[in-house]
C-alpha cells in the first residue's frame, strides 16, 4: 500500500506537465489604444482618432464620444485598428475636452483623451511703433481653415485678411496706418463672427527730404503720429524754421527754408502743442544762397557761400557762362554779386563750385510779355514816298525789348514783302524803291511787335494800310516794249560808232 501511494503521486507528477503541454494556450489580449491627432486646436479643427489593439471587439460596433457626445461610430475590423475624423463643432467652447471609444453597452474602451481647444487671442510684435512700422500678427483659436480679417482702430474697412491652418493659426503683417499719437485697436474675425484685439502704441516720427543739404536750400519736412489739429514747431539747432498744423490724422508736411550754419550734422526737432517730439537728422554742407531768386534780364543777384575750401577760387557759372568768381575767407565764406545775361524766360541753372564742392542752384527769368506797339506813322491808308518812314510807341520792358517790323501785301500777312528784325529803335525807314509803288485798292499792310531781353513774345500791334506814290506808271507791256527799244538801241549806236571809226582810219 505504501508503495501503490508514492507510485501514484510519481506518476501525477510526471502526466500533469505533459497535458500541460498538450492542451492549446487561451491567447492574451493587449489593452485597446486610443490616440488623437492632433491634440489641441480651434473649433473646426479636423481630429482623427485611431484605434489600435482592439482584436478582441472585431465585428463590433464601437462609438466615438466628444465630451458625452456621441460624433460618430464604426465596426471594428478583424486587424483590431480603426480610424475616424471628425471636425470639432461650432459652439464648442475654450477649454478641455475629452474624446472616448466606447462599445455597444456603454464600457470604456481604452483610455480618454484629452483635447485642448484654443481660445482665440492675438499678439503684436512690436507693440509700439511709428506709422509705416510692419507690425506681426499672430493669432490663435480661429475656425480652422477659413479666413482671418482684419481691422485697424475700430474701423469697418479690412487692412487686410489671411487664411488659418488647419487648428485655427494665423499670421499676418500689418503696416500701420496714418493715425493720431496713442493706443489704437488691431482686431481679427473669423467666419463665425469671432472677434479678438490687442493694443498698438502709435508713436510720433519726422523725415527731412532730403536728408543733407546746405544754406539756402528748400527741404521738406513731414511728421505722422502726432496729436491730430494741433500745431506743430519745427526747428534746427533751437532756430525755429516753421510752423505747421496735423490733420485729423495726426500727420503734417511742410518746406522750410536752410538757414545760414557751418557744415555739420544736426537733428531736426519736430514738437506738438501737447508736447510730443519726433526728431530727424540733417546734415549740413557747403552752401549756397542767391537774391533774389527770379528777376529779369541784368537783374543783379548776390551769391553767398558757406563752407567752401579757403583762398580757392570760386566759380559762377549762369547757363554756363561764367558771370563772376570769388576767394573764400578763412572762414569758407565768400559774397559776390552778377547781373542776369539775356536768356529766355523759364529756369536757368546756376552753378557754384571751388573744384571740390559743386552747388546748383536755379535762377527764374520773368516770361512776362511786353505790351503791343501803338503805331503812329503812316498813317492808316495813307499815301506814302517811296521812301517810308515808320515810327511806332516806345514800349517799355524791365529785361529790355527789341522790335519785328513786317510789310505784307494781304491783310493776313501770309505775303510777307518786308521783314526787319532786331529793332532797337521804334522807327524805322524803308530804303527807296524796296517796294514796288501800288494804288490805293491794292495797298500794303504793316505791323509790329515787342520781343523782350527773355525772348517773351508780345502780340502784335493791329495792322494799317499805305500806299506807295508813283510819278509816271507804266503798263507792263510798255515797259518790257521800252527795255527791248533800249537795247536794240544800244546795239545800233554800237554798230554805228564801230563803222564811223573804221572809215577814219581808212589810209
Excluded at 558771370?323 to 559776390?336: C, H, K, L
Excluded at 552753378?351 to 571740390?356: A, H, K, L, Q, R
Aim: net charge negative.
Amino acid at each position: 500500500m505504501k508503495y501503490g501511494k508514492i507510485l501514484r503521486k510519481l506518476a501525477i507528477v510526471v502526466i500533469l506537465p505533459l497535458l500541460l503541454v498538450l492542451i492549446p494556450a487561451a491567447p492574451a489580449w493587449a489593452a485597446p489604444v486610443v490616440t488623437l491627432s492632433p491634440t489641441s486646436g480651434a473649433v473646426g479643427t479636423e481630429v482623427t482618432v485611431t484605434g489600435t489593439n482592439f482584436e478582441s471587439y472585431a465585428g463590433d460596433y464601437v462609438s466615438v464620444f466628444f465630451d458625452k457626445t456621441e460624433i460618430d461610430g464604426t465596426i471594428i475590423p478583424d486587424n483590431g485598428t480603426f480610424t475616424l475624423s471628425f471636425r470639432i463643432p461650432d459652439d464648442t467652447k475654450p477649454g478641455r475636452a475629452y474624446i472616448t471609444v466606447e462599445d455597444e453597452y456603454g464600457n470604456r474602451l481604452g483610455e480618454k483623451r484629452p483635447f485642448i481647444i484654443e481660445g482665440m487671442e492675438i499678439e503684436l510684435y512690436p507693440m509700439d511703433g511709428a506709422v509705416g512700422t510692419i507690425v506681426a500678427i499672430t493669432g490663435k483659436g480661429f475656425y480652422a481653415d477659413e479666413r482671418v480679417t482684419f481691422y485697424y482702430n475700430g474701423t469697418k474697412t479690412s487692412v487686410g485678411s489671411e487664411m488659418a491652418n488647419s487648428v485655427g493659426e494665423v499670421t499676418y503683417h500689418l503696416t500701420v496706418p496714418e493715425s493720431a499719437v496713442g493706443v489704437h485697436g488691431i482686431s481679427a474675425q473669423d467666419t463665425l463672427g469671432s472677434l479678438t484685439a490687442a493694443d498698438f502704441k502709435v508713436t510720433p516720427s519726422a523725415t527731412v527730404d532730403p536728408a543733407l543739404g546746405a544754406m539756402g536750400d528748400r527741404v521738406t519736412v513731414s511728421g505722422t503720429g502726432f496729436k491730430d489739429r494741433v500745431y506743430v514747431t519745427i526747428s534746427l539747432d533751437n532756430i525755429e524754421l516753421a510752423k505747421d498744423k496735423t490733420d485729423k490724422l495726426g500727420s503734417f508736411e511742410t518746406i522750410c527754408n536752410v538757414p545760414v550754419m557751418k557744415p555739420d550734422t544736426y537733428e531736426i526737432e519736430v514738437e506738438d502743442d501737447v508736447g510730443n517730439i519726433a526728431k530727424a537728422e540733417f546734415i549740413i554742407g557747403a552752401g549756397v544762397s542767391l537774391s533774389p531768386i527770379t528777376g529779369n534780364v541784368g537783374t543783379p543777384v548776390i551769391v553767398n557761400g558757406t563752407g567752401f575750401t579757403a583762398g580757392e577760387t570760386v566759380t559762377v557759372t549762369y547757363d554756363n557762362q561764367e558771370v563772376a568768381t570769388a576767394v573764400p575767407n578763412g572762414n569758407g565764406t565768400f559774397s559776390v554779386i552778377f547781373n542776369v545775361p539775356a536768356s529766355i524766360r523759364g529756369n536757368h541753372p546756376i552753378t557754384i563750385t571751388d573744384g571740390v564742392n559743386i552747388i546748383k542752384r536755379t535762377f527764374t527769368m520773368e516770361s512776362e510779355a511786353p505790351p503791343v506797339p501803338k503805331l503812329s506813322l503812316p498813317e492808316e491808308a495813307v499815301e506814302a514816298e517811296g521812301k517810308v518812314y515808320f515810327d511806332w510807341e516806345e514800349v517799355e520792358d524791365p529785361s529790355g525789348v527789341t522790335y519785328t517790323l513786317q510789310v505784307a501785301a494781304d491783310e493776313d500777312f501770309a505775303d510777307i514783302e518786308l521783314e526787319e528784325e532786331e529793332l532797337t529803335d521804334s522807327e524805322f525807314t524803308l530804303p527807296e524803291e524796296t517796294l514796288v509803288p501800288t494804288k490805293k485798292d491794292a495797298p500794303y499792310y504793316w505791323r509790329v511787335k515787342a520781343i523782350d531781353g527773355a525772348s517773351n513774345e508780345g502780340e502784335w500791334s493791329t495792322p494799317r494800310s499805305f500806299h506807295i506814290k508813283a510819278s509816271f506808271l507804266l503798263p507792263k507791256g510798255a515797259i518790257y516794249a521800252l527795255i527791248v527799244l533800249g537795247f536794240l538801241g544800244l546795239a545800233f549806236l554800237t554798230f554805228w560808232l564801230g563803222r564811223r571809226t573804221a572809215y577814219y582810219r581808212r589810209p
